[in-house]
């Protein structure tokens, strides 16, 4: 099993930043990709950005390339999501997943283990 714990949620003002945590804890080694995704009121959670455990490669969603950066930390087990330039529809909840197998970055249903998420707001 994984335990993903996300922090760093909050209210900001548009064009500002946040910057999300995502620490794992228990079997770790079993990780090969980690995923930011979000979910706004009335829609379906989508991708937002990935991360190869290992290699680093990473992998965005059209909406968000340029404004986000998705970064690791394997000696901390802490993936990062950094978020510049938010604008309104940035709003959601946040999630951090991991997934065992390779390939899938940005299919929701491919991932094993979820975090319980968290808020960002962002007012215009």
């Known amino acids: 099993q994984v335990q993903l714990v996300e922090s760093g949620g909050g209210l900001v003002q548009a064009g500002g930043s946040l910057r999300l945590s995502c620490a794992a804890s228990g079997r770790t080694f079993s990780i090969d990709v980690m995923g930011w995704f979000r979910q706004a009121p009335g829609k379906e959670r989508e991708s937002v950005a990935a991360?190869?455990?290992?290699?680093?490669?990473?992998y965005y969603a059209d909406s968000v390339k340029g404004r986000f950066t998705i970064s690791r930390d394997n000696a901390k087990k802490t993936v990062y999501l950094q978020m510049n330039s938010l604008k309104p529809e940035d709003t959601a909840v946040y999630y951090c997943?991991?997934?065992?197998?390779?390939?899938?970055?940005?299919?929701?249903?491919?991932?094993?283990?979820w975090g319980q998420g968290t808020q960002v707001t962002v007012s215009s």
């Open positions: 997943a991991a997934k065992i197998s390779s390939g899938g970055y940005y299919d929701k249903y491919e991932y094993d283990y």
């Open positions: 991360i190869n455990w290992n290699g680093g490669r990473t």
